[in-house]
């Protein structure tokens, strides 16, 4: 019999009593995730505020290393009883999944960490009254829609978050305390002119910060080039297609490059085929380990979990793994992938890197990309340049800013990706905007091609707080701090 639960029963005492009936068990490993999510959400359309939604998910998974095979279970129902349920039910699994399973399932050590982490923040979002944010979305719109003579017929401006409470605990020996705090700001707005309508935003980018992160003068002072910028246009001439040229990428473009074509690809349960859900699997196989040219030598991809701010900075990984940073591309080489402790072991390592991450205590975790940018250009290095410096040396290119549409292939390996803004650069100067341009090119032939790279003064953090992958699918989130690069001879528009 389990002990009945009391008015002091904690997280705590029933993720020791889950390990404790786990080792009971016999399983060779096990652990327990007690979670609370609060997600807050306004969303204001024109000079309404549409959306308002302020949910809370708790409840708990456990699960179970048995005889080489997973087992896991979930509830809401945080008691004694209900922990002596589903670690009998997880072990069941297990047993199951046994059955049909031609290779043990082996993990890689950790030690055992006894540790709390906050979310470094100066002010709770969750305490600053729903008045004061809806009052703040109403006033960029209603800023936004005093353009509407001269275009601007829609607004949009949003305000998002997350507090993520999560104790950890495991047969190793870890026990885990963890808060998560997440905030994101935005808005843009639609220009509609001779038959044709486009839109232009801006994001203070999703961070694990505070609402100090909502500074109200900033999103103020954006709004009047945004909607200048969307009037411009959408009366702008369209992008020449099925041509080759130089491409001049702001970090807040180049982040989602970034996030498809190096970070997806090297999650290594892709690799192995665990995961192949919306276009999953990967041509960067562990025999192009150490190996494979995957962009120009001067070009370096970082994986840091410790990144201040970054949307997925956290003291451990959901597998108790201690955060920690480390390069995937080095030199334009590739040498690492993002592991968990299970694919870390097929690898060969010794440890994982602390890339395992369970969007809801009713999900089991998996790979998922960590913050992962690109590093600023060696000062002083014959490919570091400026921003400006970059423009000032293109012949004929485009300069692109923010994200649009995108698509890659089942292997990561072939691309296409739109933008927010784009404009026309001529004999090193910027010369007016266009519309409708995307871009496409093989990863490695892209990466390949970069030929500038900023330095750390241009250095951004973007990123996203949307990145779906599993079946059923889990919602992760990452930041992909980078610089402006430049890319030379690639494809635009349709068929060459």
Same mark, same amino acid.
């Given at each position: ?17 889950a390990i404790d009936l786990i080792r009971q068990a016999g399983c060779e490993y096990g652990d327990v995730r007690f979670c609370t999510y609060r997600h807050q959400n306004l969303y204001a359309r024109d000079r309404s505020l549409s959306q308002l939604s ?20 979930? $509830?809401?129902?945080?008691?004694? &009883? %209900? ?6 039910? *997880?072990?069941?699994?297990?047993? =199951?999944? /046994? ?121 103020? $002072?954006?709004?009047?080039?945004? &909607? %200048? ?6 009366? *702008?001439?369209?992008?020449?297609? =099925?041509? /080759? ?143 400006a410096e970059m423009i000032a040396d293109t012949e004929d290119g485009i300069l692109i800013d923010g994200i649009g549409s995108f698509s890659i292939d089942q292997q990561r390996r072939n691309f296409q990706f739109g933008g927010d803004a784009f404009w ?45 992958k599993g079946e059923p699918m889990q919602i992760a989130q990452m930041t992909h701090a980078c610089v402006p690069v430049r890319v030379r001879n690639i494809h635009i528009g349709g068929a060459s």
């Open positions: 019999m389990v002990q009945s639960l009391t008015p002091t029963t904690t997280a705590t005492d029933l993720a020791q009593l302020d949910n809370v998910s708790a409840g708990f998974g456990v699960r179970v290393l048995l005889d080489g095979a997973w087992g896991f279970a979930a $509830s809401p129902y945080k008691t004694p &009883a %209900e922990v002596e349920r589903l670690v009998t039910l *997880a072990v069941e699994i297990a047993k =199951g999944s /046994r059955l049909s399973q031609r290779t043990r399932v082996q993990l890689v050590p950790v030690a055992a960490y006894q540790d709390t982490y906050i979310t470094p923040m100066d002010i709770d979002p969750f305490s600053i009254p729903i008045t004061e944010k809806a009052d703040l979305l109403l006033h960029i719109n209603d800023q936004l829609l005093g353009y509407g003579e001269r275009g601007i017929k829609k607004a949009y401006s949003y305000l998002q978050f997350t507090k993520e409470d999560k104790t950890f605990a495991s047969t190793e020996g870890s026990l885990i305390h963890q808060t998560l705090y997440r905030t994101y700001p935005g808005f843009g707005c639609s220009a509609i002119a001779n038959g044709d309508a486009q839109n232009r935003s801006y994001e203070r980018p999703p961070m694990n910060k505070g609402y100090e992160h909502v500074i109200r003068a900033d999103l103020l $002072s954006q709004v009047e080039r945004v &909607a %200048e910028e969307a009037i411009e246009k959408v009366h *702008a001439p369209k992008s020449p297609s =099925g041509i /080759r040229t130089t491409l001049i990428l702001k970090p807040t473009n180049l982040w989602l490059t970034i996030h498809e074509s190096v970070g997806h690809p090297t999650e290594l349960d892709r690799v192995y085929g665990y995961e192949a859900n919306f276009a999953g699997t990967s041509f960067a196989t562990t025999d192009k380990l150490g190996k494979l040219q995957y962009a120009a030598p001067w070009v370096n991809f970082k994986a840091d979990r410790t990144q201040p701010g970054g949307r997925s900075t956290m003291g451990y990984d959901d597998e108790g793994v201690p955060s920690q940073e480390w390069y995937v591309v080095k030199d334009g080489i590739l040498v690492d992938y993002l592991t968990d402790r299970e694919t870390a072991y097929r690898l060969g390592r010794g440890s994982s890197n602390g890339s395992a991450f369970a969007d809801s205590w009713s999900s089991v975790p998996m790979v998922r990309i960590p913050n992962l940018g690109l590093e600023p250009g060696v000062e002083g290095g014959s490919h570091t340049a400026t921003l026309k650069v001529e004999k090193g100067k910027v010369v007016g905007m266009l519309k409708d341009v995307t871009y496409h090119s093989m990863t490695t032939d892209f990466w390949n091609s970069v030929d500038a790279i900023g330095p750390k003064s241009e250095w951004q953090q973007c990123g996203t707080n949307l990145c779906g």
